[in-house]
């Protein structure tokens, strides 16, 4: 998930600290501070003392520790996004690789999130990053909870049924959906509407660092009526399947239409990139591909998108209404490659109206 370029703000970012560490308080606040761009206007030591302090300071951003005592960060994002919705980046120990919290808090309502240096004395190292996420977010747009479709997010469970997949015969087009910043929220509400009928094979393209897409895919798996996994090298598109690209690689289709994942160099500054796979499927499948694109920075999917919607292929650009970034289907939207622009709630079913049509045509 990558900063936005473009920061025109005229006054300082105002953020928020929360973190039970007096320690990690003081050392982000002096560090932030450093940063002509960004003041530190307060700091809370747990998530009660932030409800407090956030109507009364009214930040821009609030960097969210994971683990506090009296109240946990996830259930204070719970709080902000109900009573106060604005950017919330999750900082603490536990946003690891693989950490299930991670994206729980994304799902929730996170805009990002940054792993804790493990040595203190990394903390200046990393506050470059650290200030540009901050930087970025607050140029995001958060929905409360009450404006968009929170599922419950299920506990992972090994004893749930087999959902069933099926080879694919290329009789229904190829789904590809690619998000970015925002874009686990996104999914959230997406791919559990999606029909267990649903007659096409789906990949998802989710910009994300290595070790966090197994997370999401499981998350995902736990909530939707389709099967839901990371992609690994060899897999098949099937039917009643979703694979999702890992984080670090860019996903493929060999000529034998099986995944294959590679470390080649960034593209538009990400890997995964959702215009290698796009221009893979195009390559396999011609204009037999649904491509949606979703929230995020930057302009990653317009080439393919262009490309697909020349050929006679369909795209689907999220609406601006429900965009926490409005980069990506902005830029598809502006290059004339979206057949429809539509708010989240609309995007499953236009999904599956599209396969019927170009099924039928």
């Not at 946990?72 to 693989?98: Q, Y």
């Not at 789906?202 to 839901?228: C, D, W, Y």
């Not at 160099?265 to 649904?290: C, E, M, W, Y």
């Amino acid at each position: 998930m990558l900063p936005d370029p473009n920061n025109t703000s005229t006054h300082p970012v105002r953020v928020l600290v929360v973190d039970d560490s007096a320690f990690m308080r003081f050392a982000i606040t002096q560090q932030l501070n450093e940063d002509p761009e960004i003041q530190v206007i307060g700091a809370a030591a747990d998530g009660r003392e932030a409800l407090k302090l956030i109507p009364q300071l009214q930040p821009d951003v609030i960097t969210l520790d994971v683990e506090m005592p009296r109240l946990d960060g996830l259930s204070t994002l719970r709080e902000i996004m109900k009573s106060f919705p604005r950017p919330v980046i999750m900082f603490s120990s536990l946003t690891k690789e693989g950490a299930a919290e991670t994206i729980q808090a994304l799902m929730l309502g996170a805009v990002d999130f940054i792993a804790k240096p493990d040595n203190r004395l990394d903390i200046r190292s990393e506050m470059a990053e650290i200030a540009a996420k901050i930087k970025a977010a607050s140029k995001t747009k958060v929905r409360s909870t009450s404006a968009r479709q929170v599922l419950p997010v299920a506990p992972l469970s090994s004893g749930s049924p087999e959902k069933k997949v099926r080879p694919y015969r290329k009789t229904t087009p190829v789904i590809l959906i690619g998000s970015s910043t925002g874009g686990p929220g996104a999914l959230n509400e997406i791919i559990p509407a999606l029909s267990a009928s649903l007659t096409s094979p789906v990949m998802i393209v989710q910009h994300m660092p290595s070790g966090f897409t197994r997370s999401l895919a499981e998350r995902l798996n736990s909530i939707s009526p389709l099967k839901v996994k990371e992609a690994e090298p060899g897999d098949s598109l099937m039917v009643g399947q979703v694979l999702l690209a890992p984080g670090g690689f860019h996903m493929i289709l060999d000529e034998n239409e099986q995944v294959v994942l590679n470390q080649k160099p960034t593209v538009h500054g990400v890997r995964p990139a959702v215009d290698v796979t796009l221009n893979s499927l195009i390559q396999r499948f011609g204009k037999n591909v649904i491509a949606v694109i979703l929230t995020g920075m930057g302009s990653d999917g317009t080439l393919g998108a262009s490309i697909l919607h020349s050929a006679g292929g369909h795209v689907i650009a999220e609406h601006e209404s429900t965009c926490v970034v409005w980069g990506m289907p902005r830029s598809v939207a502006e290059a004339g490659a979206a057949n429809e622009i539509l708010p989240r709630p609309k995007i499953a079913r236009a999904i599956e109206r599209a396969i019927q049509d170009m099924t039928s045509n």
